[in-house]
């Protein structure tokens, strides 16, 4: 059974600075691995989905690398803000999957302190 | 704008009693699925639907019932033999297809009198 963790669970930076989230994956037979931002008692916002063939994926601020073989991926966060303060989840799809259904991570609290 | 609409956004059980979270999509996706979330955990299936008139089990079911009787409308019934609950649901909805993003309602916390 899959099994998706991100490390660190909670994360306090000031601004400014560069920061990388990790998700590990232990089936690495995936479809692809998205990424959301989640904002208290809200619903999620997907940021960035890698597709299985793919290494990485770049939306303004964010980058997120794909490395299948060893389960891994990584979400970059360039000159942090405010802003950015959300908890951060990652999940995958699996490739015998034909529903789309995804299997989430328990997700990474990120604090940006002014 | 198109999008998801869940609601109430709270909502309280009293014991044995059932109760129905409604979500509403009019972003013409076929597919639809309803995830709980516990305190700082991620989330996990509880149903999903590809099709009108068609749903299938996730991983935690118990408890829980749907319908899918218009592809608009996907709502979720908490029943009495669901024990514990009290925790955040989210519907999200996707086009059907391989690498296609989910999008998600704002969710209903559901809690215990």
């Known amino acids: 059974k899959q099994e998706v963790t991100q490390i660190p669970a909670a994360l306090s930076v000031p601004e400014g600075e560069n920061l990388v989230l990790n998700c590990s994956f232990t089936?690495?037979?995936?479809?692809?691995l998205q990424w959301f931002r989640q904002d208290p008692g809200k619903g999620l916002t997907s940021l960035l989905l890698i597709q299985s063939s793919q290494r990485e994926q770049t939306s303004g601020r964010l980058n997120a690398s794909l490395d299948k073989s060893s389960g891994r991926s990584t979400l970059y966060i360039a000159a942090s803000q405010p802003g950015d303060s959300a908890t951060y989840l990652c999940a995958v799809s699996p490739t015998n999957n034909a529903g789309n259904m995804l299997t989430f991570g328990g997700g990474t609290r990120l604090m940006v302190k002014p | 704008d198109g999008g998801i609409t869940q609601s109430p956004k709270y909502l309280f059980r009293k014991e044995g009693q059932n109760v129905t979270l409604s979500c509403e999509q009019n972003l013409n996706h076929d597919a639809m699925y309803w995830y709980r979330q516990d305190p700082g955990q991620g989330l996990r299936l509880i149903y999903y639907?590809?099709?009108?008139?068609?749903?299938q089990k996730g991983d935690i079911a118990e408890g829980y019932s749907v319908s899918r009787e218009k592809k608009e409308s996907f709502p979720l019934t908490v029943t009495s033999a669901q024990k514990n609950p009290t925790a955040f649901y989210l519907c999200?909805?996707?086009?059907?297809?391989?690498?296609?993003?989910?999008?998600f309602g704002d969710g209903t916390r559901l809690s215990i009198l």
């Open positions: 999200a909805s996707t086009v059907q297809g391989p690498n296609q993003p989910q999008h």
């Open positions: 089936d690495s037979a995936i479809y692809n």
């Open positions: 639907s590809q099709i009108v008139n068609d749903f």
